[in-house]
């Protein structure tokens, strides 16, 4: 138990489905991301949030699109998606953004399949 | 761009060996962390090395980070089936609120 938690564990949609991933943490912390692990390629970080306001978005496709409700809740809502996004997606969080002295808390992800 | 890359990318060894992973760039970081990523869970930290030469030591793991802080290494002693998992180094930016992955190596370790 991390103190972050991932909702949906498993999803399955289609390309034209719109769905959304959850995660909520209980650490008190004030950044959270959502990171993307393929089988082939290393983590890759997606959006960055930081007290609630996003502060890096790595050129990802505007068919994820991130939600931070407050400093507890992130989602990432999906829409029109291809099947090479099919993935693992993992949320975590941090105390703040010093995360290289710092550490990164991590949820059990998401695991999505895009049919 | 920063890139790390790990090797090897797969492992398997008996209960008992003695192993070792790498994890190399040719770019310099302000830190570098170790994590372990279980079957169905996300990636744990392990241990955050700073100092080039450094090595820190948790059980029967020893990390060390290189002189130039371009690279880093894990080895572990008298492997145990617990040790199975995927081993994932980051590197930190100058500014350390940026943290680049490495591939990982997955290790398993047969009882």
């Known amino acids: 138990e991390t103190g972050v938690t991932q909702t949906p564990r498993h999803l399955v949609m289609g390309m034209t489905n719109k769905k959304s991933l959850k995660c909520e943490q209980h650490?008190?912390?004030?950044?959270m991301y959502w990171y993307k692990q393929s089988a082939k390629k290393p983590l890759e970080l997606m959006f960055v949030?930081?007290?609630?306001?996003?502060?890096e978005n790595n050129s990802v496709p505007s068919r994820f699109s991130p939600e931070c409700p407050n400093s507890s809740h992130l989602f990432l809502h999906l829409h029109t998606l291809q099947p090479e996004d099919s993935a693992l997606y993992l949320c975590?969080?941090?105390?703040?953004?010093?995360?290289?002295?710092?550490?990164?808390?991590f949820g059990e992800g998401s695991r999505l399949t895009v049919l | 761009t920063q890139l790390l890359e790990q090797s090897p990318q797969f492992l398997s060894i008996q209960e008992g060996e003695n192993l070792t992973v790498y994890c190399n760039s040719s770019s310099v970081f302000s830190s570098l962390q170790w994590y372990r990523q279980e079957p169905g869970e996300g990636p744990v930290l392990l241990v955050t090395v700073v100092t080039g030469g450094e090595v820190k030591k948790l059980k029967r793991l020893t990390f060390q980070f290189g002189d130039a802080r371009k690279d880093s290494s894990l080895h572990i002693t008298a492997a145990q089936p617990g040790d199975t998992g995927l081993y994932l180094c980051a590197g930190a930016n100058n500014a350390g609120n940026m943290l680049t992955f490495g591939g990982g190596t997955r290790l398993m370790v047969k009882p």
């Open positions: 949030y930081s007290l609630e306001e996003r502060v």
């Open positions: 975590a969080s941090s105390q703040d953004r010093t995360v290289g002295t710092g550490e990164l808390f």
């Open positions: 650490l008190g912390h004030n950044a």
